[in-house]
Nanobody, 115 residues
Framework: QVQFVESGGGLVQPGGSLRLSCAASGFTFRTYAMSWFRQAPGKERELVATISNTGDSTNYADSVKGRFTISRDNAKNAVYLQMVSLKPEDTAVYYC????????WGQGTQVTVSS
């Protein structure tokens, strides 16, 4: 059973924007804090952003603070990541998952920032 399906990635120029979506299933989504992670070639998977189960609080990695916005729609079992002012160093495969209680990783969605 697929737990997470990420979408919305693509190729953009530096300074561009993308909106990523994550469709979740198989658990009581609304009770879990959710996060976006990313993994660049040759690097460890890193935490990018987290949103509380209710959506009342968020936090971000310093590298994306002020540029990325995480949100969720519990009625749709969905998490989103709005990314603006993209930089080449944002290039990575982006994944969503519960912050603490990890389910199997989805396929992720590729974000490539290049001129």
């Amino acid at each position: 059973q697929v737990q997470f399906v990420e979408s919305g990635g693509g190729l953009v120029q530096p300074g561009g924007s993308l909106r990523l979506s994550c469709a979740a299933s198989g658990f009581t989504f609304r009770t879990y804090a959710m996060s976006w992670f990313r993994q660049a070639p040759g690097k460890e998977r890193e935490l990018v952003a987290t949103i509380s189960n209710t959506g009342d609080s968020t936090n971000y990695a310093d590298s994306v603070k002020g540029r990325f916005t995480i949100s969720r729609d519990n009625a749709k079992n969905a998490v989103y990541l709005q990314m603006v002012s993209l930089k080449p160093e944002d290039t990575a495969v982006y994944y969503c998952n519960a912050k603490i209680y990890k389910r199997p990783w989805g396929q992720g969605t590729q974000v490539t920032v290049s001129s």
